[in-house]
């Protein structure tokens, strides 16, 4: 039982990812951890759910709230793609450097 207990704790610790895509140009997201780049065809951030890459046209960071984990983008979003590769940052070594691996 006691382990069952530790579970639960673990879990309700994990923040929230949440995101809301209307008419695939209006993009609100929460649990946003970092913005490690952007552009205007291509956003890639840090979420609370691993990386989030972006792909459209005409892409713009409209509203950025870090340290509520909020974040606003506007423009044709044609893809949304997660990976597991959490951590850009972190070990001291630059994100240009880790995608060149």
Known sequence: MGAFFMEDLTNIKQK???????????????????????????????????????????LHVNRLSLDKGEVDIEGRIDSLTY????????????????LFK
Request: net charge negative; proline share 0%; glycine share 10%.
């Open 16 to 58: 929230q990812h949440k995101l809301m895509l209307t008419n695939r140009n209006v993009c609100n997201m929460n649990g946003v951890v970092d913005v490690l780049s952007f552009d205007l065809s291509e956003i890639l951030l840090e979420t609370d759910q691993g990386m989030l890459m972006i792909k459209g046209n005409d």
């Open 83 to 98: 990976s597991e590769n959490a951590g850009y940052g972190k070990s001291g070594e630059s994100f240009l450097a880790k």
